[in-house]
């Protein structure tokens, strides 16, 4: 008796640790959700600074993204929505607008148009992939190799397929801990045709010809679920080769000097932008909308690419691209975007995986048990 | 005690004021009994919102399935009709039930959380409900039909007899489906069935989990008896100082262990360095200590070790040293005092600290998803990843509910092979 | 006390010291020598060194000098589990875990006799301390004196020719006490064998041991039977110690013939037995035992000195009466006299006379 009583205090002590922190919200302050590290400091300078300054309104950083579709699932359970913006992946936003915990947003009049006029709509063009979603940079999930463990005589590697080169590359390689992106790397480099690679995926002879490309990898390994494991990996040598986003192998390379290169063949896109939760009150949803207006604009995004390799979501916004605020080098072809980068890319087909990926996460992690 | 007394005169035996004596002590003992209760009340209170509420709500999701009929009320009814195994696609009056349905359920945007919730049971319906959703939107629903072949037009998948057996076989209100989607099983149209081997993934993680749980309270047990043993038999000062190298695990964040860890651990790492420094291992061959399983067990009994230390400790300071003076006064060797005296009275500060890094350790998922690789993950993971991820609540709330019975189960064994009174936190 | 190894001699210690920190001795040249059969105590206060050297004997303590000796062999490098020496705790030590008859059996068990040897061995042992019928329970279950019981015969099973008890009785109520202190001396003698037992209670040490031990300051300050002890303290410590006493301080004013004439503090003139005092002219205390006061003059000697009292408290304690007195200006002063027929009863206020035979007052170190 005596046990149980004292686990159950226990236990109920942790959870309460969770509830406290309830919804504190003053009237001129904002809580914006992100993913921390250098990408929520990107944000700070180049979009909730300049507006605090503009508009006197405090911004309170987050930093719970990694959670926030569990998280704001939760709070609308509860009926108690203590966010005012979240930065997702697109992947969620499209998971929490099927939901209806996103709000569904109209770029005509919640977005700006760009400066010579054309319409938010067409500006964003294609990185409009879910009703909900506001995009806000393009990353790329690319791989990052060891300069100094490439062999002699050998070209450095390139891209993706290189990763399935044992004989040409030898050493262990790293990749992410879940179907998306692997699947595609595992046929497009078993030959199979870009246009055909979904259609394949489909069928189960096609998922096991995936599979069967990651096995001939799978004894030399290791998965990564945090973005930052597969950097550290490269910079302790742990690993030659390492799928990784590109933001994360950047600050290796240039901000800390490490003897990683770029190998960008493959790349997959993905983009990372806002979603307002639904039923906030009118009062607040007119202050995101405000915010959400400024700081996605043209000039918005390109500032932030000054502090970090992401490319910007909006066209008119690649131009203005500059120079790193601290290091002062050129930025562009530090940018997924660049085309000269990759001869091949592709972008992460958020629909198709929507429809696939609790079938494929299950069978990916069935084969990783095995 | 008092019936027996009673039985021996004729009727119950009164108190001075002429009632029954057992009334009176009632009365009396009612409202020492009220008082207790209000002082715990706030507590109870709390365990029941905090621990008794949520787990029961977790137990409620792991078998409802209210959102099909919730959302398509009309189709549902309208399919009762239909016959499943019959291979053909339901006629008109479904079609425009549907119809009806999503009508409303676009108007409320409900109908997209349904299309994830089938894509669960079936691939690809989560597009088809969000396609169907903006068609359906520009619809009239008193002029426009029939429907059956303006559905099959916005996406042909509707042709496809699979999605209406989906939806059929999920319209109950309550389902067994997300249970036997946690122990690998699924419901075919020839009852219930294991799932493809490649999907099968769940049993074998439970498997892995109580195993592995299992090896790091060993290994805590094997590591923290004798530490503890040194703390309660060291005096007080000295104790307080390995006390607190025991318990620094506790004051470090969890990360930053892990990370030291991976430092330690990792192929290229300071052990390994040193093991290829000394020439003890091979330069190409060396060992790998992390990213598996092996990772797991000695990051998480280092996390756990001070829950085995502690009651332990507390058990094991209770017992004498005459004990062991008697054994020995009696002809025993030190191993038989030993093993026969002691170690007989610290199995209660064993159970005690077993149950707590067990139950502790098959709940970790954090320490696992990093150092575990493949190998080396838990069923935790997988609840978090359905949690937070997936958004599969009701998958996520039966896998936790079946981790939940496996824990009373051994508790239940515990109790019956050792007695659980033979527990004791100190 | 026997300096040299004595044949007879079962137990020895010869010029034994032990210090904890190597700053102090808790127990300093001590010489001691039992024969077998012997039941000695050590009686002291605590702190005066009669556990250690009981546990130094027992192989929990080391000796940090001298020579421990068991039936003439040295046994300081001897481990206590192969010393067969038997022990009964202060807290008896019953192993919770095991039944009555489980703890009983662990010493034959470990001795590795066989099991119909080791079940008659197990219930001739607790017969004899009239256990029989509760091989079956639980130390918890039993009463402090049933307790005390089982581990003397646990203590006694495996048939060890010396028994070391450490203060066994220390938990017992009063009653309980003194029926034990008889059993366990009965249960001595008819097994014949050698013990040391250790206790504070000198009413205990007097009543059960053939010789005892009075520690003080990790000496032995004096070796006898008990009514030597009792009646001829060697020292003022030891009188002090065992039994009530009333003390006065004087001078040694003339010896002769085994008497000492003492003249206390306060002028008067004392006849008393020297027993560590020499010469005249040396500052003595002397030791009267409240009994041995007499007040009735037909009973005193004729010429003996007599004292001037005055009677201020009187007690009925039943068997005696216990009264004090103010004597030479000392107020606690004590006698006793026997409740008998013909005994006056002394009331406070009367003027008194008391005197004693010479033998009766020792004149010990001051």
């Known amino acids: 008796m005596k046990l149980t009583k004292t686990l159950l205090a226990t236990t109920a002590l942790a959870m309460t640790a969770g509830v406290a922190g309830a919804d504190g919200h003053m009237a001129d302050e904002m809580t914006i959700v992100s993913w921390g590290g250098a990408y929520s400091a990107s944000q700070i300078k180049a979009y909730h600074e300049p507006y605090m300054e503009k508009t006197g309104i405090k911004i309170i950083n987050d930093e719970s993204s990694s959670e926030a579709v569990a998280k704001l699932r939760a709070m609308s359970e509860a009926g108690n929505v203590t966010w005012d913006l979240v930065d997702v992946e697109a992947a969620d936003a499209i998971r929490l607008c099927d939901e209806g915990l996103a709000l569904e947003i109209d770029p005509a009049t919640d977005l700006a148009p760009a400066p010579d006029g054309t319409s938010a709509a067409d500006d964003f063009g294609d990185m409009l992939v879910s009703d909900c979603f506001i995009p806000q940079i393009v990353f790329s999930t690319t791989f990052g190799y060891r300069t100094d463990q490439v062999p002699e005589g050998v070209d450095a590697p390139s891209g993706a397929c290189d990763v399935f080169d044992l004989e040409t590359y030898p050493g262990k390689r790293a990749l992410n801990k879940n179907p998306i992106a692997n699947m595609e790397w595992a046929l497009l480099c078993d030959g199979v045709a870009y246009e055909e690679v979904y259609t394949t995926l489909e069928t189960e002879e096609g998922q096991a010809q995936a599979f069967a490309k990651l096995d001939t990898i799978k004894a030399d390994t290791l998965w990564w679920s945090a973005s930052a494991e597969p950097i550290q990996w490269l910079a302790d040598g742990e690993v030659f080769m390492a799928s990784a986003y590109n933001g994360r192998l950047f600050s290796a390379i240039v901000e800390k000097d490490q003897p990683i290169g770029m190998a960008w063949n493959w790349q997959m896109f993905d983009l ?79 629909m198709w995986w929507a429809d696939y990926r609790d079938d494929l996460d299950a069978k990916f992690q069935a084969w990783l048990a095995k | 005690m008092t019936d027996t007394t009673a039985h021996d005169n004729s009727g119950p035996v009164l108190a001075a004021d002429g009632k029954p004596l057992k009334v009176s002590l009632a009365r009396a003992l009612r409202r020492q009994k009220i008082r207790a209760l209000l002082l715990i009340a706030p507590l109870l209170l709390f365990v029941l919102i905090t621990f008794i509420v949520p787990i029961g709500d977790m137990l409620f ?23 499943s195994e019959a291979g053909t696609v339901p006629e008109e009056p479904v079609f425009a039930a549907l119809a009806a349905d999503m009508k409303i359920a676009v108007a409320e945007k409900t109908h997209t959380r349904l299309g994830t919730r089938l894509n669960y049971e079936m691939n690809g319906i989560s597009s088809l409900f969000r396609k169907s959703g903006r068609g359906v939107k520009k619809w009239d629903l008193a002029n426009d039909g029939p429907f059956k072949d303006k559905f099959i037009a916005l ?272 | 006390m026997a300096d040299t190894a004595n044949n007879d001699a079962f137990v020895e210690f010869e010029r034994v010291q032990k210090s904890y920190d190597g700053e102090t001795l808790v127990v300093k040249d001590l010489n001691l020598s039992m024969p077998k059969g012997e039941f000695l105590t050590m009686l002291g206060p605590s702190g005066s060194g009669k556990t250690t050297c009981l546990m130094m004997l027992a192989g929990f303590e080391t000796a940090t000098h001298g020579d421990i000796r068991l039936g003439g062999t040295s046994i300081n490098n001897i481990p206590p589990h192969k010393r067969g020496i038997g022990m009964v705790f202060q807290n008896y030590a019953l192993f919770p875990h095991m039944t009555i008859a489980e703890n009983l059996s662990f010493p034959l068990e470990v001795r590795k006799i066989g099991k119909s040897e080791r079940e008659a061995k197990v219930k001739r042992a607790l017969d004899m301390v009239e256990m029989g019928t509760f091989g079956g ?80 300051d990790g000496r032995i300050q004096q070796l006898a039977p008990p009514d030597q002890l009792y009646e001829s303290p060697e020292n003022s410590f030891v009188a002090q110690f065992i039994g009530e006493n009333n003390t006065m301080e004087g001078v040694v004013t003339q010896i002769s013939d085994g008497k000492a004439l003492v003249q206390l503090d306060g002028g008067e003139l004392i006849d008393c037995k020297p027993v560590n005092v020499t010469k005249v002219g040396e500052r003595t205390r002397v030791s009267i035992r409240p009994e041995r006061v007499e007040y009735n003059k037909e009973r005193l000697h004729a010429d003996a000195h007599t004292l001037k009292a005055e009677v201020l408290e009187f007690i009925y304690m039943g068997d005696i009466f216990r009264t004090r007195l103010r004597v030479a200006g000392n107020d606690e002063f004590i006698i006793k006299t026997r409740n008998a027929p013909d005994q006056t009863r002394l009331k406070p206020g009367e003027q008194i006379e008391i005197g004693w035979m010479p033998e009766d007052c020792h004149a010990l170190d001051a």
Not at chain 2, 67 to 79: G, H, N, R, S
Request: net charge neutral.
């Open chain 1, 272 to 350: 990372d932008g806002w979603v307002i939760p639904a039923g906030l009150a009118d009062d607040r949803l007119a202050r995101v909308k405000d915010y959400v207006m400024y700081a996605t604009d043209t000039q918005r995004l390109a500032d932030q690419a000054k502090y970090i390799s992401y490319g910007p979501a909006r066209a008119s916004s690649a131009p203005l691209v500059s120079t790193h605020a601290d290091l002062g080098i050129e930025m562009a072809p530090h940018m997924p975007t660049e085309p000269s980068n990759a001869e091949n890319t592709f972008v992460n087909n958020y």
């Open chain 3, 137 to 216: 329970r639980r130390p918890a279950q039993l009463s402090g004196g049933q307790q005390q019981r089982v581990a003397l015969a646990r203590a006694l099973v495996f048939e060890p020719e010396l028994v070391l008890m450490d203060e066994p009785l220390g938990a017992l109520d009063k009653q309980l006490r003194e029926k034990m202190q008889f059993e366990i001396k009965a249960i001595a003698d008819n097994l014949g064998i050698t013990v040391v037992y250790v206790t504070h209670d000198q009413t205990e040490a007097l009543t059960m041991s053939d010789r005892v031990a009075v520690f003080q």
């Open chain 2, 61 to 83: 999701r792991s078998v409802e399935n209210q959102i099909v009929q919730e959302t398509l009320p009309k189709t549902v009814v309208a399919l009762q009709e239909w016959d």
């Open chain 2, 155 to 426: 996406d042909k998948k509707w042709a496809d007899p699979e999605v209406w057996v989906t939806i059929k076989a999920n319209s109950p209100k309550y389902t067994p489906g997300y249970f036997l989607n946690a122990v690998d099983m699924q419901v075919s149209p020839d009852g219930i069935e294991a799932r493809p081997e490649n999907q099968q993934i769940y049993v074998t993680l439970f498997k892995r989990t109580l195993m592995m749980s299992l090896m790091i309270t060993g290994s805590c047990i094997l590591l923290g008896y004798p530490i503890a043993w040194i703390l309660a038999n060291l005096p007080m000062r000295q104790a307080n100082l390995l006390m607190i190298l025991v318990l620094l695990p506790f004051w470090t964040s969890l990360l930053v262990r892990t990370s030291a860890w991976k430092v330690l651990l990792q192929q290229q790492g300071v052990i390994n360095d040193l093991l290829v420094w000394i020439g003890l291992v091979d330069d190409a061959n060396r060992l790998v200590m992390i990213n598996n399983a092996t990772g797991t067990i000695i990051a998480m009994t280092h996390i756990l070790l001070p829950f085995m230390i502690l009651p332990l400790y507390s058990v094991m300071q209770t017992i004498p040293e005459t004990y062991l003076r008697a054994a020995k006064s009696l002809g025993a060797t030190n191993w038989t005092a030993f093993w026969r005296v002691y170690f007989p009275q610290s199995i209660p500060g064993i159970g005690a600290g077993s149950i707590l890094v067990f139950i502790l350790a098959i709940g970790y998922y954090i320490t696992p998803e990093l150092v575990g690789g493949t190998k080396g993950v838990f069923i935790s993971n997988r609840i978090a990843f359905h949690i937070s991820t997936s958004l599969n609540w009701g998958l996520a709330a039966a896998l936790g509910a079946i981790l939940l019975a496996a824990v009373l189960i051994l508790y239940y064994a515990y109790d019956k092979i050792v007695g659980i009174d033979n527990v004791k936190l100190g």
